[in-house]
């Protein structure tokens, strides 16, 4: 079965600090992976998939096929990275269909 | 640049009553789809659109319907709301699968 699981429902770090958001995937295929931002009263939008291999806002993901996993990183946390993160999986088909984790809160504190 | 627009932005209503959250998108996507949002349980899908005149179930289409007769609007219809469907509901939109979804803004809704 396709899951996406999210460990952390919430984290909390200090300004400065080295943020990591752990998101695991259970896909038999090749699969694409996504990470999703949700900031406060804005609406739910891309932050970076793992085929552009970008940096996006100081984030990186990286894809690890044996641990099947795909962490979503940050060397230094700024306050304004404080929202919601939701990793998500492409399912099989050409149907553009996600999967997405439970999410989770990123809070940085000054 | 509208995007994707969702109306109502919120709705409070009773048990049995039915209603119809809207969605439009000026970007010409073939591609639409209707999330709903549960606070520790993610976005789960109801339903999908891969063109006008094509829906196919998600992982969650029970108590609800769509229709997509144009390309722009894809309604999402629910006939007897139930507490169960209280919620938040996006739809989102894309121009090629596995392509970035755009999304509309959200719709909160409380069934009581």
């Known amino acids: 079965a396709q899951r996406v699981t999210q460990p952390e429902k919430l984290l909390s770090v200090f300004k400065g600090a080295p943020v990591e958001l752990k998101c695991n995937y259970s896909?038999?295929?090749?699969?694409?992976l996504f990470w999703y931002v949700q900031y406060s009263r804005q609406r739910l939008q891309l932050l970076l998939r793992?085929?552009s291999r970008e940096s996006i806002k100081g984030f990186t993901a990286d894809l690890n096929k044996g641990e099947t996993s795909f962490h979503l990183k940050k060397p230094f946390a700024q306050e304004e990275d404080s929202a919601m993160y939701y990793c998500?999986?492409?399912?099989?088909?050409?149907?553009?269909?996600?999967?997405f984790g439970q999410g989770t809160t990123l809070q940085v504190k000054p | 640049n509208a995007g994707v627009t969702q109306t109502p932005k919120f709705r409070i209503l009773k048990i049995g009553q039915s209603m119809t959250l809207q969605c439009t998108q000026d970007?010409?996507?073939?591609?639409m789809y209707w999330y709903r949002q549960d606070p520790g349980m993610g976005l789960k899908l109801i339903y999908y659109?891969?063109?006008?005149?094509?829906?196919d179930k998600g992982e969650v289409p029970n108590g609800y319907n769509v229709s997509r007769s144009t390309t722009e609007d894809f309604p999402l219809r629910l006939e007897l709301a139930a507490p169960s469907q209280t919620s938040v509901y996006f739809c989102?939109?894309?121009?090629?699968?596995?392509?970035?979804?755009?999304f509309g803004s959200g719709t909160q809704l409380s069934v009581l």
């Open positions: 659109s891969v063109g006008a005149g094509i829906t």
């Open positions: 793992h085929i």
């Open positions: 970007m010409n996507h073939n591609y």
């Open positions: 896909y038999s295929g090749s699969p694409e």
């Open positions: 998500a999986l492409s399912g099989s088909g050409n149907t553009g269909k996600l999967i």
């Open positions: 989102a939109s894309s121009d090629r699968a596995n392509e970035k979804l755009f």
